[in-house]
C-alpha cells in the first residue's frame, strides 16, 4: 500500500480505520482539538462515527459497553487535564472486569510539559495502576505504531485499556504514514494461548475419575465467546455449571444443567454443587471475595482452574492444577479426549435445590417489586435483551431475576462496583449492537450520578430504556446498614418526602424530550414495560417500590456460602 505525508491527527484516524475501527466516543477540548478537526473531514466522508457524551467518564463507560457488547475494541477521546482524569473511574471499571478499550487522550505541547502548564497532566503516571499498558507518544514517526501496539495489548491475552498520551504538537506535525492494512484480527487465530498437552491430558484424568464434578463460569468464557465449548463439555461431563456474576450469559440459563449463580447472592442449587462436588473446574474466573466468602472451603476442594492470566492462578485460591490458557482454546483441546459419560443423575440431585431466587411479598403501600418487573421484562424481551446495570440492588436484581438467553447480554460493573456506570455502558452497546433492545437497569442513587446523559439519548435518539427503580434510598448500603449497624441509616435516605428521592422524574425526561412511563401497580408493570420495549426511542420508565425490598439470599462477607440467609 503506498505511503503519504500526513499530519499526526490524520494518522491517529487512519490507523484507527486500518484496525477495523468506525465508531468513536468523546469529549473534544484545547489539547485534541487537532484531532476533531481531523474528525470533522472523516465524519464528512462517512469513514467514522463520533459520539459525543456529557461527560468523559461516561464516554468511558460507552466505549467499554460497545467493547463488551461487541466483542470488538471500544474506543474512547478525551483532552487533557480534567478531561483525561475524568476517564480514569472508566479505565479502572474496564481493567477490572478486562474489557478491551483504547483511550486517546491529548495533552500540552512537549515544550510546556513539567511547567504545571494550564490543563496539563501527567495522565501516564496516574492511570499506570488502572490500564494493561498506557503510552507517552514524544515522536510524530512512531504514532501510528504505537496505536497499533496499543490494540494489540488491548485484545490479547487477558483484555483489558491501554491509554495513549499524545502531546498536541504531535497532533500537528506532518510525517510518512506507512498503512499496514487491516490488522484488527488481534484477539483471534495465533494470538490465542493454548495450554499444554501434560495440563491437558493431566486435567483429563482427573476428570475421568471425578463422579460429581461442577463448572464454574467467569467472565472469561464471555470473553474467549466460550459458552458453546463449556456446554458441551459439561454435557459430557454431567456436570452442574454456575456462574459468577460476570458470568451471566456464558451459558443459555434455561438450559437443563445451569444452576444460576454462586457466592455471596447464589442460588441454593449453586451452593449445594460446590459443597456436594468431588471436583470443580473453574474457567475464566478470579474467585473474589463476593464468590469465595469463607476462602477455607475452596481450599478443601480439588479445583482445575483454567485462565488465560497466570497471575490469577493460585491468587485467590489454591487449586491442584491451574492452566493458562485462552478459555476457548483450551476447552476445544479438551472436549474431544474426555468420554460422554453415563447419567449418574448428579445433575437431577442438584436441580432438587432451587436455582431460582427468592421473592418477597408485595405489600399495600408498594405493590411493585423489582422481582415481578424483572421477571416480566425477561418475558417480553424473551431473555434477548442486553442488560446493563449500575451498582447496588438493581444490579443483583437484574442478576437474579432476568434470564439471560445469549452471551454478552449482561454487561455490568463487577470489579470495581461503579455507580453510574450503567448509562453510559448503554449507549455504547445499543450503537455497538443496533438490532438488540438495550435495558439500562438502575437505582435513583446510581441515576444521580449520570442523568446528564439523557442528553446524549436525545441528541441521537439513542432507543435505551432505563429501568428506574425509585426506593427512595441508596439500598443496598441501606441493606448493610439494616444488618451490621442497627438500623442506622446514615444519609442513606435520599428523601423523607413520600419515600422517594425527590425528583419528579416526569419532568426531567420532559425536560429532555424522553418519553416517560411510570409503573406503580402491579397491573402497570406488563403494559409500562411493553410500552417502553415496543417505542423507538429512548424511553426513562420509573418504578415505584419499597426501601425494605432486599437482595436475598446473602451471605455475610467472609463467611461459608452454603449457609446464606433467606430474610431479614
Not at 481531523?38 to 467499554?64: M, N, R, V
Request: proline share 4%; charged share 20%.
Amino acid at each position: 500500500m503506498q505511503s503519504k505525508t500526513i499530519n499526526g491527527s490524520e494518522i491517529i484516524l487512519e490507523t484507527l480505520l486500518e484496525l477495523g475501527v468506525d465508531t468513536v466516543f468523546g469529549y473534544p477540548g484545547g489539547a485534541v482539538l487537532n484531532i476533531y478537526d481531523a474528525l470533522y473531514k472523516y465524519e464528512k466522508q462517512g469513514k467514522i462515527k463520533h459520539f459525543l457524551t456529557s461527560h468523559e467518564q461516561h464516554a468511558g463507560h460507552a466505549a467499554d459497553g460497545y467493547a463488551r457488547a461487541t466483542g470488538k475494541t471500544g474506543v474512547v477521546i478525551a483532552t487533557s487535564g480534567p478531561g483525561a482524569s475524568n476517564l480514569v473511574t472508566a479505565l479502572a471499571s474496564a481493567y477490572m472486569d478486562s474489557s478491551p478499550v483504547v483511550a486517546i487522550t491529548g495533552n500540552v505541547s512537549q515544550d510546556l510539559l513539567g511547567l504545571a502548564s494550564f490543563q496539563e497532566l501527567d495522565i501516564v503516571g496516574i492511570t499506570m495502576s488502572v490500564t494493561k499498558h498506557n503510552f507517552l507518544v514524544t515522536d510524530i514517526t512512531k504514532l501510528a505504531d504505537t496505536i497499533r501496539d496499543a490494540f494489540k495489548i488491548a485484545e490479547t491475552g487477558r483484555k483489558g485499556p491501554v491509554l495513549i498520551d499524545i502531546p498536541k504538537d504531535i497532533t500537528a506535525a506532518v510525517c510518512e504514514y506507512f498503512p499496514q492494512g487491516n490488522n484488527s484480527d488481534y484477539g483471534n487465530g495465533k494470538w490465542k494461548i493454548r495450554a499444554g498437552e501434560k495440563e491437558i491430558n493431566t486435567a483429563r484424568d482427573m476428570l475421568a475419575k471425578s463422579e460429581r464434578p461442577f463448572v464454574y463460569a467467569g467472565g472469561g468464557v464471555i470473553s474467549a465467546n466460550a459458552g458453546a465449548e463449556l456446554s458441551l463439555l459439561s454435557e459430557k461431563l454431567g456436570a452442574p455449571v454456575a456462574c459468577s456474576l460476570m458470568g451471566h450469559g456464558a451459558v443459555d440459563h434455561k438450559w437443563n444443567n445451569y444452576i444460576g449463580m454462586l457466592g455471596m447472592h447464589g442460588t441454593p442449587a449453586a451452593a449445594y454443587a460446590f459443597e456436594h462436588s468431588d471436583l470443580i473446574l473453574a474457567v475464566g474466573a478470579r474467585f473474589s471475595d463476593r464468590v469465595t466468602g469463607d476462602k477455607n472451603l475452596f481450599g478443601e476442594k480439588k479445583i482445575i482452574h483454567i485462565d488465560i492470566d497466570n497471575s490469577e492462578h493460585g491468587k485467590n485460591i489454591p487449586t491442584e492444577l491451574d492452566i493458562e490458557g485462552d478459555a476457548k482454546t483450551v476447552l476445544a483441546q479438551l472436549i474431544p479426549l474426555v468420554e460422554k459419560r453415563a447419567d449418574n443423575g448428579w445433575v437431577a440431585e442438584v436441580r432438587t435445590k432451587s436455582r431460582h431466587f427468592p421473592k418477597q411479598a408485595a405489600t399495600p403501600e408498594y405493590p411493585v417489586t423489582p422481582f415481578d418487573v424483572l421477571h416480566t421484562l425477561s418475558d417480553i424481551t424473551e431473555g434477548n435483551a442486553i442488560i446493563t446495570t449500575e451498582v447496588g440492588q438493581n444490579q443483583m436484581w437484574a442478576a437474579e431475576y432476568y434470564t439471560y438467553r445469549a452471551q454478552r447480554s449482561f454487561i455490568s460493573s463487577g470489579g470495581l462496583g461503579t455507580m453510574g456506570f450503567g448509562l453510559g455502558a448503554a449507549v455504547g452497546a445499543k450503537i455497538g449492537v443496533p438490532d438488540k433492545d438495550v435495558v439500562c437497569v438502575s437505582g435513583d442513587g446510581s441515576f444521580g450520578m449520570n442523568l446528564n446523559e439523557l442528553s446524549t439519548l436525545a441528541r441521537y435518539n439513542i432507543p435505551v430504556k432505563i429501568l428506574l427503580f425509585n426506593n427512595g434510598v441508596l439500598g443496598m448500603v441501606r441493606q448493610w446498614q439494616k444488618l451490621f449497624y442497627d438500623a442506622r441509616f446514615s444519609h442513606t435516605i435520599l428523601s423523607e418526602q413520600n419515600g422517594y428521592s425527590g425528583v419528579d422524574y416526569n419532568k426531567l425526561a420532559a425536560a429532555f424530550g424522553i418519553k416517560y412511563v411510570r409503573i406503580d401497580t402491579k397491573e402497570s408493570i406488563e403494559t409500562g414495560l411493553k410500552t417502553a420495549i415496543e417505542y423507538n426511542a429512548p424511553v426513562l420508565v420509573e418504578v415505584i417500590t419499597s426501601p425494605d425490598y432486599n437482595v436475598l439470599p446473602m451471605v455475610f462477607p467472609g463467611k461459608d456460602i452454603t449457609k446464606p440467609i433467606y430474610e431479614m
